[in-house]
């Protein structure tokens, strides 16, 4: 049976609130987004920020796009359920474990939905618990300015400092998120990487379109030249150290819904700390706060580890959801020198705003996108970095490989 929807509300400071029909999830899920609300206030930095500004998105390309997101939520069957809770009854092992090597083994716990695996904490992935659980282990060698992305201490602590109750919560609207969607992680991998879909995919998955009419195949040579979403105008700065998430946000709400809500709006839903933001709650809210996920643009978006993804394979996906779904992409990439020239310093993992693709014929493609870390805010000694940036894509998936994450928001 297809699950309940609840009534979400606004919840920030001085909002009033707002009944928004969204998604069919679990009471759990009602309870989280009110957890969430309870978050202390944090500091505003906004500037001059005015909510409600109206804004409305831009959109270039040289050829109309191509038919939008046909992907909508599917049902939680009886074997999803029991998947959900034998992960989540498993939880209960953070409770007693010691030891940071064994804190990342029972981190990472895995459910299976029709065929495709799914890690908390990672999101879809190919990869086993082990290997996950191993990058949790494998800190890096130099050091790193933190921009805000919760790095893989951070995944730990959270996991093991939630009390059993909020872990619960959590966990369980995370999968039962996941299961909803693995329709569409399907066709994204059949029609990026060409997998093959199961016989009976289209009886079983009746929220996606029929298989084949969607995919374009090839790369990049029916796509145009150029596209873009988004304007310029709803890229800011971020306005703390450790809110490049709430800054992403900011931008990708802003492009959703026409209005500007401070990024202090955003940290708040998204339950971000000290300790930075994880890509599940940046997809969590997407799908919760914006129209991106309407089965009219992207679907719900998922969280997607990309580490047996080929460069064509990253591109190819990066023009599918730019200008096919209209819709932006969540990138996950480690802020290094050698993959971005205008950093003065080595930084952490980060994220940032996909926008668009130059295929640049005669040239190396590149990825447009808003780039929310300004270090000369910080350190007025270093130069400043601006907000649009269009860069050697390659750059960038090598970056993202470079995450030990490895993963986008899609």
Same mark, same amino acid.
């Given at each position: 049976?297809?699950?309940?929807?609840?009534?979400?509300?606004?919840?920030?400071?001085?909002?009033?609130?707002?009944?928004?029909?969204?998604?069919?999830?679990?009471?759990?899920?009602?309870?989280?987004?009110?957890?969430?609300?309870?978050?202390?206030?944090? #500091?505003?930095?906004?500037?001059?920020?005015?909510?409600?500004?109206?804004?409305?998105?831009?959109?270039?390309?040289?050829?109309? &796009?191509?038919?939008?997101?046909?992907?909508?939520?599917?049902?939680?069957?009886?074997?999803?359920?029991?998947?959900?809770?034998?992960?989540?009854?498993?939880?209960?092992?953070?409770?007693?474990?010691?030891?940071?090597?064994?804190?990342?083994?029972?981190?990472?716990?895995?459910?299976?939905?029709?065929?495709?695996?799914?890690?908390?904490?990672?999101?879809?992935?190919?990869?086993?618990?082990?290997?996950?659980?191993? !990058?949790?282990?494998? !800190? &890096?060698?130099?050091?790193?300015?933190?921009?805000?992305?919760?790095?893989?201490?951070?995944?730990?602590?959270?996991?093991?400092?939630?009390?059993?109750?909020?872990?619960?919560?959590?966990?369980?609207?995370?999968?039962?998120?996941?299961?909803?969607?693995?329709?569409?992680?399907?066709?994204? !991998?059949?029609?990026?990487?060409?997998?093959?879909?199961?016989?009976?995919?289209?009886?079983?998955?009746?929220?996606?379109?029929? &298989?084949?009419?969607?995919?374009?195949?090839?790369?990049?040579?029916?796509? #145009?030249?150029?596209?873009?979403?988004?304007?310029?105008?709803?890229?800011?700065?971020?306005?703390?150290?450790?809110?490049?998430?709430?800054?992403?946000?900011?931008?990708?709400?802003?492009?959703?819904?026409?209005?500007?809500?401070?990024?202090?709006?955003?940290?708040?839903?998204?339950?971000?700390?000290?300790?930075?933001?994880?890509?599940?709650?940046?997809?969590?809210?997407?799908?919760?706060?914006?129209?991106?996920?309407?089965?009219?643009?992207?679907?719900?978006?998922?969280?997607?580890?990309?580490?047996?993804?080929?460069?064509?394979?990253?591109?190819?996906?990066?023009? !599918?959801?730019?200008?096919?779904?209209?819709?932006?992409?969540?990138?996950? #990439?480690?802020?290094?020198?050698?993959?971005?020239?205008?950093?003065?310093?080595?930084?952490?993992?980060?994220?940032?705003?996909?926008?668009?693709?130059?295929?640049?014929?005669?040239?190396?493609?590149?990825?447009?996108?808003?780039?929310?870390?300004?270090?000369?805010?910080?350190? &007025?000694?270093?130069?400043?970095?601006?907000?649009?940036?269009?860069?050697?894509?390659?750059?960038?998936?090598?970056?993202?490989?470079?995450?030990?994450?490895?993963?986008?928001?899609?």
């Amino acid at each position: 049976m297809p699950l309940p929807r609840f009534l979400a509300h606004q919840i920030a400071d001085g909002d009033q609130p707002r009944p928004l029909w969204r998604h069919p999830v679990t009471i759990a899920a009602a309870a989280l987004a009110l957890t969430l609300g309870a978050v202390p206030f944090l #500091p505003d930095g906004d500037d001059g920020d005015q909510d409600g500004e109206a804004i409305t998105p831009a959109a270039e390309t040289t050829a109309a &796009p191509g038919t939008s997101g046909t992907t909508g939520l599917g049902r939680v069957t009886r074997a999803m359920q029991a998947e959900i809770d034998r992960v989540v009854a498993e939880g209960a092992a953070l409770d007693r474990t010691q030891g940071r090597t064994a804190l990342a083994r029972a981190s990472v716990r895995c459910a299976t939905f029709d065929g495709q695996r799914y890690c908390l904490g990672f999101g879809w992935t190919n990869q086993t618990r082990e290997a996950l659980a191993a !990058r949790l282990l494998d !800190r &890096p060698s130099f050091g790193r300015e933190s921009t805000g992305d919760l790095d893989a201490e951070g995944v730990i602590t959270r996991a093991s400092g939630r009390s059993a109750s909020a872990r619960t919560e959590a966990e369980r609207a995370e999968l039962t998120q996941a299961a909803q969607s693995v329709g569409k992680v399907w066709m994204l !991998r059949h029609e990026i990487q060409g997998i093959e879909l199961p016989d009976d995919f289209a009886a079983r998955h009746p929220e996606v379109a029929a &298989p084949g009419t969607e995919s374009r195949g090839g790369f990049g040579e029916s796509y #145009p030249k150029r596209s873009k979403i988004l304007t310029s105008r709803v890229a800011q700065p971020q306005n703390q150290t450790y809110w490049c998430g709430p800054a992403t946000m900011q931008a990708i709400g802003w492009g959703s819904s026409k209005e500007r809500k401070n990024q202090s709006y955003w940290a708040r839903r998204l339950g971000t700390t000290t300790d930075g933001t994880a890509i599940t709650d940046m997809v969590r809210v997407i799908n919760n706060q914006t129209d991106y996920d309407a089965r009219d643009k992207a679907g719900p978006y998922v969280v997607l580890d990309i580490s047996d993804f080929t460069f064509k394979q990253w591109y190819r996906l990066m023009m !599918r959801h730019v200008h096919d779904y209209r819709a932006p992409v969540v990138l996950h #990439p480690v802020l290094l020198k050698r993959y971005y020239p205008y950093l003065d310093d080595d930084a952490s993992g980060h994220f940032q705003v996909g926008r668009g693709f130059d295929q640049n014929p005669g040239g190396n493609p590149q990825i447009g996108y808003f780039e929310p870390w300004d270090q000369s805010r910080f350190d &007025p000694s270093e130069p400043a970095i601006g907000r649009v940036q269009w860069r050697n894509a390659y750059r960038s998936y090598r970056a993202n490989l470079d995450h030990f994450q490895h993963n986008v928001g899609v």
